[in-house]
């Protein structure tokens, strides 16, 4: 029964320790707010309103956020997008290896959307929607 209980608090503490996501657009963005569907809908090709800035392929905060705004894993988000980029109906987002290289192109560009860890925002950008 203590292994149980260890694996729950570790559950728990595992969690706790995940990382709050945030959606931001540059300050020059007329955004406000933005629902995690219709974040979903850039990250995923089927919008072009917005040029998305994604995270590094494998990192820990990219893997949450497609799982969190779509409900989708690593291998699924990579095959959507090899069916979109074959077709010819959309570019991949530009990848950045980090929070504060997302920032930093999100920033510069009125039309760009990303996603960082909320503990990297700055005056640089704007928050339009945090993810659960």
């Known amino acids: 029964m203590s292994a149980l209980v260890l694996s729950a608090l570790a559950a ?5 320790s995940a990382a709050e996501i945030v959606v931001i657009v540059s300050k020059q963005n007329p955004a406000t707010r933005m629902f995690s569907e219709q974040a979903s809908q850039f990250f ?31 291998a699924q ?6 069916k979109l980029v074959f077709t010819g109906k959309a570019t991949p987002p530009k990848e950045y290896p980090n929070s504060a290289e997302v920032k930093k192109a999100v920033a510069a560009d009125p039309k760009a959307i990303g996603y960082i860890d909320k503990s990297a925002v700055d005056d640089t950008v704007k928050v339009i929607l945090t993810l659960p």
């Open 12 to 16: 728990v503490a595992a969690q706790a």
């Open 77 to 82: 988000v990579k095959a959507l997008w090899s």
């Open 44 to 74: 995923l090709g089927k919008s072009n309103l917005f040029t998305p800035v994604d995270q590094a392929d494998g990192s820990a905060i990219r893997n949450e956020f497609y799982h969190k705004v779509a409900d989708k894993d690593a």
